[in-house]
């Protein structure tokens, strides 16, 4: 609550500075006018200055999500928390457990841990034969990439709650049902929407697409013309590459919200795999502008610009996306095969083979390293023995 508190109350402030400024200029005028004619501006200034701020309250009513169940699993955390024992988390739930479950968050495993777990099946039952896990918390946009950990499971985990964060699954009694949320507990449209749409996502991860579009159908049914509602959708038909759908729902929403990122990646992405090239890098252009350090984006952006033919740009996209993986202490090895590939398209034979050696000194799968291997000789042979050496 006082969150909310303080994000009106900073909009009164960016509503009252401008009204202020014009009344410190009307008193500044005061002594050239008259009284009359300065009432009358002091009349037209408190009147601007409601109507300003009914406009912004009115919009921010129309784009804040102020039920703490639509922000975060609360619900997933509470249920674990009450089941008791050690809790599993992937990374997008470690960003809650220690708000939401301070209990929990001081026994859950290190991020670095957590991630090698949630990629390395071996780790995960190392760690659980160590110190076994009672729950197990899935949540985020992206939990696809924990099915493999979850089809794993033994037969004593049984999935105990879904809602529309994520997956609670528990041990120990495999013989019960999961709990599912129902939207009814949201009296009003928007945010039963909202929660269908989130819900919809879920069952989507879970590879119960037919269901996920009946769900997200049924969120547009009850409150269409929200941005956060048609972002969702136009995420589920980018899921299921449904790239016409997905570039609609995308151009919807930046109707309501010009300045959502979400949606003009959606849009740029849909435009890209509908060979729109030309259109994805105008959207590409305005995605950098608004995200110029965001990962996501540099890759779309570098993807994109090789369709473009524009090699330069996907250049520099990939420049900007090493320095922030080194810095972050990620894997670099694919941005230098790539880049490697960008400069041998530019005709740049030394950059090239500077980016393939470096991509050979990191993890590359065998095929990756199969074709660097592979345009390093077909390099050297067009560069001749001297220039090799010389390298």
């Known amino acids: 609550m006082a969150g909310w508190l303080g994000a009106d109350g900073a909009r009164a ?42 406009r ?12 703490l169940r639509l922000l975060a699993p609360i619900e997933l955390f509470q249920a674990a928390a009450e089941a008791g024992g050690r809790v599993f988390v992937n990374p997008p739930a470690y960003a809650h457990a220690a708000l939401l479950a301070p209990g929990l968050f001081a026994r859950l495993p290190s991020p670095e841990l957590i991630g090698k777990m949630c990629t390395t099946l071996s780790i995960w039952r190392e760690e659980d034969r160590r110190e076994p896990f009672s729950a197990l918390i899935f949540t985020g946009n992206r939990l ?31 013989s019960a049902k999961a709990v599912a949320v129902a939207p009814n507990s949201f009296t009003d449209p928007r945010s039963k929407a909202i929660f269908l749409s989130q819900s919809a996502l879920v069952l989507d991860a879970m590879t119960r697409q037919t269901e996920a579009r009946q769900m997200m159908q049924n969120s547009l049914e009850v409150f269409p013309e929200d941005s956060t509602v048609l972002v969702n959708s136009a995420m589920l038909a980018a899921s299921q590459k449904r790239w016409p759908q997905t570039q609609k729902n995308a151009e919807s929403a930046l109707k309501l919200t010009p300045d959502s990122v979400q949606a003009r990646y959606l849009l740029a992405l849909a435009l890209l795999e509908t060979n729109s090239i030309s259109q994805a890098a105008t959207e590409s252009t305005r995605l950098t502008r608004q995200r110029p350090l ?8 570098a993807r994109i610009s090789k369709a473009n033919n524009d090699f330069t740009a996907e250049i520099d996209a990939l420049e900007r996306l090493l320095a922030l993986e080194t810095k972050a202490n990620q894997a670099t090895s694919p941005i230098h095969l790539y880049l490697g590939q960008a400069w041998a398209r530019k005709g740049f034979a030394a950059q090239a ?14 095929l990756q390293k199969s074709e660097v291997q592979a345009a390093i000789q077909n390099i050297r042979q067009k560069s001749g023995p001297t220039e090799a050496a010389g390298h």
């Open 144 to 174: 696809a990439e924990i099915r493999p950990l979850v089809e794993s499971l033994s037969s004593d985990w049984y999935l105990a709650r879904m809602d529309n964060h994520g997956l609670l699954y528990l041990r120990g009694n495999p």
């Open 56 to 67: 912004e309250t009115m919009k921010a009513s129309k784009s804040d999500i102020r039920d």
């Open 13 to 54: 402030f960016v509503v009252f500075l401008p009204c202020l400024l014009f009344l410190a200029l009307i008193g500044f005028l005061a002594r050239a006018l008259s009284s009359r004619l300065l009432g009358t501006l002091f009349f037209i200034a408190i009147l601007a200055a409601l109507a300003w701020g009914v």
């Open 294 to 301: 965001d990962p996501q984006i540099l890759k779309l952006q």
């Open 353 to 366: 083979l500077s980016n393939y050696e470096s991509a050979l000194q990191g993890p590359l799968t065998p």
